[in-house]
């Protein structure tokens, strides 16, 4: 089993939609939790992190489920701009980060 | 965005000869990182550094060895190039061990015939 798995998509949306994606790690003693954002032949950017309590960020939330072991995005009043690859990023008991495989996310107008 | 550069953007080699690719970043970052793109895969980390002549083994190191004279420049390098080899390479900075963020540089593709 993977350390980080995530649906690989593609999730092609309309523009205004709203859309989730989740990604479930396997080590529950990960401490820390992120998802990044890559467009098509560029490096990763830190999208936002994920915080326990959840948090949010404009029109993206994101959500941590330590007891089923999971974390979420949630984009509302999705955009062209959008559309782009979504990693999730765990960082283990070991202090380095594993990257998901992404979900790849199509908006179209 | 970061000052992080990765040299050179895209190469062509044959199997079995030497490779270097270097990163070099102008944030004074303590940690650098170098990873592996591939389908079907997360980034996978192949080496990082805590400091300068101060290295570490990542997930897929084997075939790969790096250096670090200087604060600013990680160099990866493929002593004997194999096909299995042919991916995308990032280099990433860090402030810290535990940051939340690692910089990613450009990125290299790197194509071994």
């Known amino acids: 089993r993977k350390e980080v798995e995530q649906d690989p998509g593609p999730f092609n949306v309309p523009e205004g939609a709203t859309v989730a994606f989740n990604c479930t790690y396997s080590?529950?003693?990960?401490?820390?939790f992120f998802w990044y954002r890559q467009d098509c032949r560029k490096e990763p950017k830190l999208l936002m992190s994920?915080?326990?309590s959840g948090n949010e960020d404009g029109r993206f939330t994101a959500q941590l489920n330590r007891a089923s072991q999971y974390i979420s995005l949630l984009i509302r009043d999705s955009k062209l701009s959008d559309s782009a690859t979504y990693l999730c990023v765990v960082i283990g008991n070991t202090d380095k980060l594993i990257f998901g495989t992404g979900t790849r996310l199509q908006v179209f107008p | 965005d970061a000052g992080i550069t990765q040299s050179p953007r895209h190469k062509v080699t044959e199997t079995g000869t030497p490779v270097t690719l270097r990163c070099h970043q102008t944030e004074n970052h303590r940690y650098m990182y170098w990873y592996r793109q591939d389908p079907g895969h997360g980034l996978r980390l192949i080496h990082y550094s805590y400091g300068v002549k101060d290295t570490d083994k990542g997930e897929v190191s084997d075939g790969y060895s790096v250096s670090r004279s200087k604060t600013e420049d990680f160099l990866l390098t493929l002593e004997s190039a194999t096909s299995s080899q042919t991916s995308v390479y990032f280099c990433?900075?860090?402030?810290?061990?535990?940051?939340?963020?690692?910089?990613f540089g450009p990125g290299t593709r790197l194509t071994v015939l």
């Open positions: 990433a900075i860090s402030e810290s061990r535990q940051s939340n963020e690692q910089f």
């Open positions: 080590n529950s003693a990960s401490q820390s």
């Open positions: 994920v915080y326990s």
